[in-house]
């Protein structure tokens, strides 16, 4: 039952991230955060490589598809930037926790699911963006920050006690 819910977290905050055009890693780990079921240490590792795994999905369907409706002018030294700065430092992370012996112990299941249900959610959030109008899109969005304030607040609040 614990498994299927990180998958449906991860499936549902990229299926959000990639219709409103945010990173589902800004959602996954402070949903989970707000459960508890883990160590900070766990999720935030979990996290980082569930959002390494879309990022390179993403990237590598991108690049295969050849579809961008991104000026070049302008999208290239954006994507260059969100490249180097995220997701390498998610990379970094990861490596210095792989070299440092550091990494969490954690269920290779639960890896697999939240990765899987990552890379689902982030492919089903493209298609429905695609048949969404903008005002939706934008309703979503601002729902979904507010959700996330919530959410944030209620961690702080339950880290603080």
Not at 91 to 111: D, E, M, Y
Request: aromatic content about 6%.
């Amino acid at each position: 039952m614990i498994c299927l819910m990180f998958f449906a977290i991860c499936f549902l905050a990229s299926a959000a991230g990639a219709i409103c055009g945010i990173g589902g890693g800004v959602i996954i780990k402070p949903v989970l955060d707000a459960f508890g079921i883990l160590d900070v240490n766990v999720i935030s590792f979990l996290s980082g490589c569930t959002v390494l795994s879309m990022t390179t999905y993403s990237v590598v369907k991108s690049r295969m598809s050849r579809e961008s409706h991104v000026e070049t002018a302008v999208g290239i030294p954006l994507a260059l930037g969100a490249a180097a700065g995220g997701l390498f430092s998610q990379l970094a992370s990861l490596a210095s926790s792989i070299v440092t012996g550091s990494v969490p112990k954690f269920q290779t299941g639960v890896l697999l699911l939240m990765v899987s249900g990552g890379i689902a959610g982030g492919i089903c959030g493209r298609a429905c963006n695609k048949r969404m109008e903008e005002r939706t899109v934008n309703r979503l969005f601002v729902g979904l920050m507010i959700l996330m304030i919530l959410i944030n607040l209620y961690n702080m609040i339950q880290f603080m006690r």
